[in-house]
């Protein structure tokens, strides 16, 4: 890997990299946003975002899963791409325990319907306990099975609260949340202007066409937080979000860009 931006160099400590100038917040964590994309804007290709990256991204993914206290998903996409329990390898955790971190991050699944299967390996292949966060009037039947393998966080009414829910991730010490998704919960996040940093990698290929974002069953899914194939999805935003580039890696033809929010206009109106 080289850097580009801010200056150029042949050698990159990620660790080191995507370590500078991580500014918790006073009242909720750190949220970074990892994603991946074509060059056309695609998030996923035959219904899945693993075609998309090479070994740099997969590099990346773990370096980033490995500064976080929390690895936040949406439920559509801890399906589709088929989630366990987050690993990293054994030198990052060892690297975590150094700091004072539990060796793993926790996994947080971020569900309206509740419609997760409890026995599936995310919730039952060992790890720390995952997180389900769910809206206030979410049916109690749905998460009945939830309990015995997670922790519940309820927040929010006809729809997850996502502030009230960090600050809740807040309260149970966790400073640092990677989100990796979907493209809705990207959204909302945004939305309610959560997210500090957007950590996106171009991937240089084309999908083409509206089935190269999101295709087969994940465009079907009635999950409200699976949005369609863009790395931030489902309703517009009130205002763009404007970002500054921190820096850009490149590596076999793809970039790695790593970008701070720059929200105007004060907080979003509740």
């Not at 990256?53 to 993914?61: N, V, Y």
């Not at 150094?98 to 997760?116: D, E, I, K, N």
């Not at 990796?180 to 309610?192: K, M």
Request: include cysteine.
């Amino acid at each position: 890997m080289r850097l580009l931006l801010p200056e150029t160099s042949d050698r990159v400590n990620l660790f080191e990299l995507y370590s500078r100038e991580v500014k918790v917040p006073a009242d909720r964590p750190f949220v970074r946003v990892n994603m991946v994309s074509t060059l056309d804007g695609a998030v996923a290709f035959s219904g899945r975002a693993g075609s998309l990256g090479g070994p740099g991204d997969r590099l990346l993914f773990s370096v980033l899963r490995s500064l976080a206290d929390v690895v936040l998903v949406g439920a559509g996409t801890a399906r589709v791409e088929r989630y366990g329990p987050a690993k990293i390898p054994l030198e990052a955790q060892d690297i975590r325990r150094q700091r004072g971190l539990a060796p793993l991050p926790t996994m947080a699944v971020v569900t309206l319907s509740g419609a997760l299967d409890w026995g599936s390996r995310l919730f039952t292949g060992g790890g720390p306990r995952p997180i389900v966060i769910a809206a206030g009037d979410t049916r109690s039947e749905a998460l009945a099975g939830a309990v015995d393998v997670a922790d519940v966080v309820r927040t929010g009414t006809g729809a997850v609260d996502l502030s009230s829910a960090l600050k809740a991730l807040g309260e149970r010490g966790v400073n640092h949340v990677l989100c990796e998704g979907g493209p809705t919960l990207n959204t909302g996040l945004a939305a309610a202007q959560l997210v500090d940093e957007l950590c996106l990698t171009l991937s240089p290929k084309l999908a083409g066409g509206v089935g190269g974002g999101l295709a087969g069953g994940w465009l079907r899914s009635n999950d409200p937080l699976v949005g369609p194939g863009r790395s931030f999805g489902g309703q517009p935003l009130a205002q763009l979000v404007e970002l500054d580039l921190a820096h850009v890696v490149e590596e076999d033809n793809f970039l790695f860009l790593r970008l701070r929010a720059r929200y105007s206009g004060g907080p979003p109106s509740s």
